[in-house]
C-alpha cells in the first residue's frame, strides 16, 4: 500500500500538491466559521459581553474592524458567510479533485496500453485474454479510484490537524483527553486494514476468472454451438460471478461499515470532553466552539480508517497492473529495423524449438517448408502446439 502511495506522489506532485494547497483554504473557512460560534453563545447568554470569552473578543474585533457592527445578526451572518464560503470552496475542490483524478487514470490506462503493445507476441499468447481484458475494465478503474482516495485520506488528515488546532489552542487538557478517546476507538479499527486487502484479492481474482469465462466462450460460441455445451458455459459463468459479486459485497460492506461504526463513538468522546471542559472550568462559549470542533475532528479520524482500509482492498488492482507492465516490459518487441517488402520464395522453419516460462517444450526440432501460394494444413490433438506454430 505504501508503494501504491508512493507512486502517485512521485508521478503526479504538481496535481496532488495543488489540490492540497486548496483544502487548505477550505478548512481555514471551515476553521473560521467554527470560532464565529464562540459571539453568538456569548451574546446569546452575556448580552451585556461583560464576561466575554477571548475568542469572542477576538472575533468582535476583527468584525467591528472591517467595518461591521457587532450584533448577534451581524454575527449570525458573519456565520452564515463563513459556511457558504467553505461550501463554495468545497465545490472547486471537488472540481478540481475530480479533474485530477481522470488526468491519472487516462495515464494509467494509455501508459499500461502502451507497455503492453510494445510487447512481443508471446506476451499475448502467454496470457489469459480475460486477464488483460479485466485489467482495462476493471482494475485501471479501482486503482484510478485509489488515488482518488489517497486524496481524501490527505483531505481527512487536513481537516482533522485544523480542526484539532481549535481545542488545542482554547484547552490542551481537554483535547488530549478527547483525542486519546479517540484513538482508543479507533484502534481496533485499524486491523481491518489486513481484511480489507485479502478481500481486495479475491475481487480481483474472481473479477479475472468472470472475464475470461466471458472472453473464452464469446470467441468460442461456433464450438459450445456445435458441440451444444450452452449449459456447461452458462453454468461456469453463473459460478463464477456469483464468487465475485459474494468477494465484492463483502468488500464494499466493509468499506462503509467502518464509518459508520465509528459514528456514535465520535459521540461518546463528545461526552467525554464536554466533563473534561467542566472539570477544567472552561467558559461556555468556548466550551460550545470546541464541542463543535470536536464533533466535526472524531468523524475524521474514523475516515482515515475506514479509506485505509479502502486502499488496502484496491492494493491488488495496482499490483495486477504493475505486474503485467513489467512483464510487458521484459518482453519488449524490438522492431522497425528491416522492411518486409514481398514473400519471394517459401516460409522456411528449420529445427525449431519453443517452450513458455514453465521450460516444458511445447515444440520440439520441427521443420517445416511452406511454399509461396500453396496452403498447407497443420493438424494434431489438442494441445500439441498448433497454435503457438503458427503463432
Request: hydrophobic share 50%.
Amino acid at each position: 500500500m505504501i508503494q501504491m502511495v508512493k507512486y502517485f506522489s512521485k508521478r503526479y506532485p504538481l496535481l496532488l500538491t495543488g489540490n492540497i494547497l486548496l483544502l487548505v483554504i477550505v478548512n481555514l473557512a471551515g476553521v473560521a466559521s467554527i470560532f464565529s460560534i464562540a459571539p453568538i453563545i456569548d451574546m446569546i447568554i452575556n448580552p451585556d459581553m461583560s464576561e466575554a470569552s477571548g475568542v469572542t473578543q477576538a472575533m468582535t474585533s476583527w468584525v467591528s474592524g472591517i467595518g461591521l457592527p457587532v450584533t448577534l445578526s451581524s454575527m449570525a451572518l458573519v456565520f452564515l458567510a463563513f459556511q457558504f464560503l467553505k461550501s463554495g470552496l468545497n465545490i472547486i475542490a471537488q472540481y478540481c479533485f475530480y479533474r485530477m483524478k481522470y488526468v491519472v487514470l487516462q495515464d494509467l490506462m494509455i501508459g499500461t496500453f502502451k507497455d503492453f503493445f510494445r510487447a512481443r507476441w508471446q506476451f499475448f499468447s502467454g496470457q489469459q485474454q480475460g486477464v488483460l481484458y479485466n485489467t482495462f475494465n476493471r482494475e485501471l478503474l479501482v486503482a484510478g479510484d485509489s488515488f482518488g482516495t489517497i486524496a481524501a485520506m490527505a483531505v481527512s488528515f487536513i481537516q482533522l490537524c485544523f480542526y484539532l488546532a481549535i481545542p488545542f489552542y482554547l484547552s490542551w487538557q481537554v483535547t488530549m483527553i478527547s483525542l486519546g478517546a479517540a484513538l482508543l476507538f479507533a484502534s481496533p479499527f485499524l486491523y481491518l486494514s489486513k481484511v480489507s486487502y485479502r478481500l481486495g484479492q479475491r475481487n480481483t481474482s474472481t473479477a479475472n476468472e468472470v472475464n475470461v469465462i466471458l472472453q473464452e466462450s464469446l470467441t468460442s460460441a461456433k464450438l459450445i454451438l456445435g458441440f451444444g455445451n450452452q449449459k456447461k458455459s452458462i453454468a461456469n459463468l453463473e459460478e463464477a460471478f456469483a464468487a465475485h459479486c459474494r468477494a465484492t459485497m463483502k468488500s464494499q460492506t466493509l468499506g462503509i461499515a467502518t464509518p459508520q461504526m465509528y459514528e456514535p463513538l465520535a459521540l461518546v468522546v463528545v461526552v467525554i470532553a464536554l466533563f473534561a471542559a467542566q472539570r477544567f472550568a472552561l467558559p461556555l462559549a468556548e466550551m460550545g466552539v470546541m464541542l463543535w470542533a470536536l464533533r466535526l475532528s472524531v468523524p475524521a479520524i474514523g475516515s482515515l480508517t475506514s479509506q485505509r482500509n479502502i486502499l488496502s482492498s484496491s492494493f491488488p488492482s495496482y499490483e495486477q497492473i504493475e505486474m503485467l507492465r513489467a512483464r510487458a516490459k521484459s518482453m519488449q518487441q524490438q522492431s522497425g529495423q528491416k522492411t518486409f517488402e514481398r514473400l519471394v520464395d517459401a516460409i522456411t522453419v528449420e529445427n525449431f524449438t519453443f517452450c513458455y516460462d514453465d521450460n516444458s517444450p511445447v515444440l520440439q526440432d520441427v521443420s517445416l517448408t511452406i511454399p509461396k501460394g500453396s496452403m498447407v494444413a497443420l493438424v494434431g490433438a489438442s494441445g500439441a502446439g498448433k497454435s503457438t506454430l503458427i503463432d
